[in-house]
């Protein structure tokens, strides 16, 4: 998915621990929205993937 962002974050890699859920989730679309490129260290590979597709369709709605 290659996409031009223009956010606030754009050209930034984020890099969260924890990113599937509560306050970890939230950021990890925060820092979506505003165009970082990111990496979401998780144990859970389930819920990490789930993450990353909701994050994909988020993104591609805009």
């Not at 606030?8 to 621990?17: M, W």
């Amino acid at each position: 998915m290659a996409t031009q962002s223009t956010g606030r974050l754009a050209g930034k890699t984020a890099v969260l621990t924890g990113g599937t859920a509560g306050i970890g989730l939230e950021t990890s679309l925060m820092v979506a929205r505003q165009g970082a490129r990111m990496a979401i260290i998780e144990i859970q590979k389930d819920a990490g993937r789930e993450t990353a597709r909701l994050i994909q369709s988020i993104l591609l709605e805009t």
